[in-house]
């Protein structure tokens, strides 16, 4: 068992829905990070949250939209996304947000948008 | 141009082959740091190793070896005698400040799909 646990594991959803990913950190560390990982391509980091404040969006689209109510729990919530959305997204932890900090990564929620 | 380039997109070896994956980064930070994460078919991310900019020492670990070489920029990952359970997609990754930004930024490679064959 990892120390990040997301849920689901498997999402399937219309353009039109609005659905969430759950992301919570049993490692008691400070910083919360989704990742999209798409077939063919880098994984995308897309925020980062440090003490529960985001100290990045990386150009996500507003469709994405996340939430970090404490440090142990990360929240991605999507509302009328399109089939290139689909995708392996990825959710991390580490202790800190310096360089070279190790994440510690969940299993993912696989999307796919129909 | 991309910070981490993972030059082979798939390897297929049979077991108890040795196998190389090569990895070569790109930065202008003097201070950084490069890893390597496993993922097997279950998904989640697995470290496997971290390497300073300032510690270009080789590094055995099993049958893992890693070689920093900074003149190249190089950091490649080799499997001695490989095991079907080492099937997975590995990542080389850079983690920089770099752009101005406030934390450690970690970028990927686009990942090496290694298939060990019975």
């Known amino acids: 068992e990892t120390g990040v646990t997301q849920t689901p594991r498997h999402l399937v959803m219309g353009m039109t829905n609005k659905k969430s990913l759950k992301c919570e950190q049993h490692?008691?560390?400070?910083?919360m990070y989704w990742y999209k990982q798409s077939a063919k391509k880098p994984l995308e980091l897309m925020f980062v949250?440090?003490?529960?404040?985001?100290?990045e969006n990386n150009s996500v689209p507003s469709r994405f939209s996340p939430e970090c109510p404490n440090s142990s729990h990360l929240f991605l919530h999507l509302h009328t996304l399109q089939p290139e959305d689909s995708a392996l997204y990825l959710c991390?932890?580490?202790?800190?947000?310096?360089?070279?900090?190790?994440?510690?990564f969940g299993s993912g929620t696989q999307l796919s948008v129909l | 141009a991309q910070k981490v380039t993972q030059a082979q997109t798939e390897i297929s070896v049979v077991e108890k082959e040795d196998v190389t994956l090569d990895c070569v980064y790109e930065?202008?930070?003097?201070?950084?740091?490069l890893f390597w994460y496993k993922q097997p078919p279950s998904g989640e991310l697995v470290f496997l190793i971290r390497?300073?900019?300032?510690?270009?020492q080789n590094e055995i670990s099993g049958r893992y070896s890693w070689n920093f070489q900074k003149s190249t920029s190089s950091f490649n990952f080799t499997i001695t005698a490989s095991q079907v359970v080492d099937s997975a997609v590995y990542f080389c990754?850079?983690?920089?400040?770099?752009?101005?930004?406030?934390?450690?930024?970690?970028?990927f490679g686009q990942g090496t799909i290694l298939t060990v064959h019975p």
């Open positions: 991390a932890s580490s202790a800190g947000t310096g360089v070279g900090e190790k994440l510690f």
């Open positions: 490692l008691g560390h400070n910083a």
């Open positions: 949250y440090s003490l529960e404040e985001r100290v």
């Open positions: 930065t202008r930070d003097t201070t950084y740091y």
């Open positions: 390497r300073n900019s300032f510690d270009e």
């Open positions: 990754a850079l983690s920089e400040r770099g752009g101005g930004t406030s934390y450690g930024k970690l970028t």
